[in-house]
């Protein structure tokens, strides 16, 4: 079955260090690519997403991703985080066609003052 | 423009009480689905449907029920709940456009369910 794997599921870093929330995919022909972030009580929130062209794409509040096919990865990173980046970050696949969107189980970002 | 709405936002119930939690969107999206949350679980899939008329089961479907009678409605019901089914239910949608299906999914807020 097609699954996506999320290496980390907390990851402490301090206030302004860099941080790179990892995220790796079955292989596949085509994938899309997507970051979810879900802050405390709330829903999830669309961060990125890579669906085709350049590997690195842009996201919302200073988040880019890479997209690395030889090593099947879809890693996210931020060079210097905040108190409010503190959430939980989903990475999710859609393999092909009108299959459904493959969640991992997801990554506890804490930012330390 | 409302997008995802889901009703309630917080439900209890009793072990064996039946209830229907709905999701409505109108973004005319032909795909949707409910996906569960579950601490350390990620999201994972009951059903999904692809189109008014089309279900189908996703990674947990069992004691759950779902229809696809209109493009913008697809309810879920829950026919005999356990507190197994005690979790955080979210429904989403997303569009098919000219490349495929390969767009974001639209989130909404969740529901609550607690059962007793």
């Known amino acids: 079955a097609q699954s996506v794997t999320q290496l980390d599921s907390q990851v402490p870093v301090f206030e302004e260090a860099p941080v790179e929330l990892r995220c790796n995919y079955s292989s596949s022909v085509s994938v899309y690519l997507f970051w979810y972030v879900q802050y405390p009580n709330q829903g999830l929130q669309l961060l990125l997403k890579y669906l085709s062209g350049s590997t690195l794409v842009k996201g919302i509040n200073g988040f880019e991703a890479e997209f690395n096919k030889s090593q099947t990865s879809f890693h996210l990173r931020k060079p210097s985080v905040h108190i409010s980046d503190t959430a939980e970050y989903f990475c999710a696949v859609i393999y092909s066609g009108n299959t459904p969107l493959v969640f991992g189980k997801g990554t506890r970002l804490s930012v330390i003052a | 423009n409302a997008g995802v709405t889901q009703t309630p936002k917080f439900q209890v119930l009793k072990t064996g009480q039946s209830m229907t939690l709905q999701c409505a969107q109108d973004m005319n999206h032909e795909y949707m689905s409910w996906y569960r949350q579950d601490p350390g679980m990620g999201l994972r899939l009951i059903h999904y449907s692809v189109g008014a008329g089309i279900t189908d089961q996703g990674e947990v479907p069992n004691g759950y029920n779902v229809s696809r009678s209109t493009t913008e409605d697809f309810p879920l019901r829950l026919l005999s709940a356990a507190p197994s089914q005690t979790s955080v239910y979210f429904c989403?949608?997303?569009?098919?456009?000219?490349?495929?299906?390969?767009?974001?999914?639209?989130f909404g807020d969740g529901t609550r369910l607690s059962i007793l």
């Open positions: 989403a949608s997303r569009p098919r456009d000219r490349r495929g299906w390969g767009q974001p999914q639209h």
